[in-house]
């Protein structure tokens, strides 16, 4: 009908994020048996999506040969997993909660004591890792030991399991939700299904929203919610949409500003990532960073910012079969998100 769309994406922009995705799942296929992969660019102040990568090829064939989409494929096309999946975030909310606490009173250097801890009331007595006991709640952190006393700022930088889950019990769960909320997350509203899992990736997300959260961090807490079409005008002209810049302050810029200096310090997200450090960096730019793993490594995230520039990665396979050798985030995700970078 005479219609012109006008988008947000960049273009090239748009094809690196192919070329990175491309690449990042056949690495991922070899290593880990992971299919599929997504990524999403936003520009954090202004809110626009400069590059949108929903599956490594949306007219892709099944994988494995002969599967059922929808039900048993490690990879199907005709699916954005960036606008259509919920997938769990595992540990890439876990800033949110720490914002929290800082907002309540709490700071980077608050001590947080890392050590084995049962957190329901039902389960009393020394922690049993072994039990099966639905009733309790006693989460281990990824690397099965334990620090001892730590400061908020190292147990969010290192994505420490434990402190994470004591400092959403000290911000208060549906406190945490409703900063999530401010952020322009809005599949996380039935706080009943939720609890202190929240940190680990017990509620689930979708990608575009959850790299508008981090834009929304980037952007020293002024929310815009991401945007794709700039204008679309008809046949005679006349402009039917057009995209407006509507930030809003939605949190107070300073706990915003404490986060972004844990998650850009190098020193002290370095225990976590050891030899692939470099991966977390980007030459002439000083990026903030937030992976996330979820249970049996099923979902790989990697979060990253500056000012001008907030990108998510997911990496995983649709049917929600799991990474095999301990894929995780630094494995399947970081190198991607890298590469774009």
């Known amino acids: 009908d005479g219609f012109k769309v006008i988008t947000s994406l960049d273009k090239n922009l748009q094809e690196t994020a192919e070329e990175a995705v491309l690449e990042g799942v056949r690495r991922n296929s070899e290593l880990y048996n992971g299919e599929n992969s997504a990524l999403v660019a936003i520009d ?6 400069l590059a949108m990568v929903g599956s490594k090829d949306y007219f892709g064939d099944p994988v494995p ?12 096309g005709n699916f954005n997993v960036a606008t259509q999946g919920l997938r769990q975030p ?10 929290t606490a800082f907002e309540g009173g709490f700071t980077p250097d608050t001590i947080i004591w890392d050590v084995p801890t ?15 006991n639905p009733s309790c709640y006693h989460p281990q952190n990824f690397s099965l030991r334990f620090s001892g006393p730590i400061t908020m700022k190292e147990a969010l930088a290192q994505s420490i399991n434990v402190p994470s889950v004591k400092t959403l019990y000290l911000a208060g769960l549906e406190n945490t939700i409703n900063t999530a909320v401010k952020f322009g997350i809005t599949t996380l509203d039935d706080p009943a299904r ?3 899992s929240l940190v ?29 079409i700039l204008k679309i005008e008809n046949a005679d002209g006349e402009i039917l949409e057009e995209y407006k810049n509507d930030g809003a302050q939605v949190v107070d810029p300073q706990g915003v500003r404490l986060i972004n200096d844990i998650l850009s310090s190098v020193e002290l997200r370095s225990p976590l990532f050891s030899a692939s450090l470099p991966l977390t960096q980007v030459s002439g730019h000083q990026v903030a960073l937030k992976t996330g793993t979820t249970n049996d490594f099923v979902d790989a995230w990697a979060f990253g910012y500056t000012p001008n ?23 399947a995700a970081v190198p991607m998100w890298h590469s774009f970078m």
């Open 200 to 228: 680990l990736g017990g509620g689930e997300i979708r990608l575009i929203e959850l790299v508008g959260a981090y834009a929304t961090l980037a952007a020293d807490g002024v929310y815009r919610k991401p945007a794709t």
């Open 194 to 196: 939720l609890g202190l």
């Open 90 to 99: 595992g540990s890439a909310l876990k800033p949110f909660a720490y914002l």
């Open 118 to 132: 049962e957190f329901a009331v039902a389960c009393p007595g020394v922690v049993n890792f072994s039990s099966k």
């Open 44 to 49: 954090p102040q202004t809110g626009q999506v």
């Open 309 to 331: 520039l907030a990108v998510g990665v997911w990496a995983g396979n649709n049917n929600r079969d799991p990474l095999a050798s301990r894929g995780g985030s630094v494995l």
């Open 65 to 76: 040969d002969g599967c059922t989409p929808g039900t048993n494929c490690r990879f199907e």
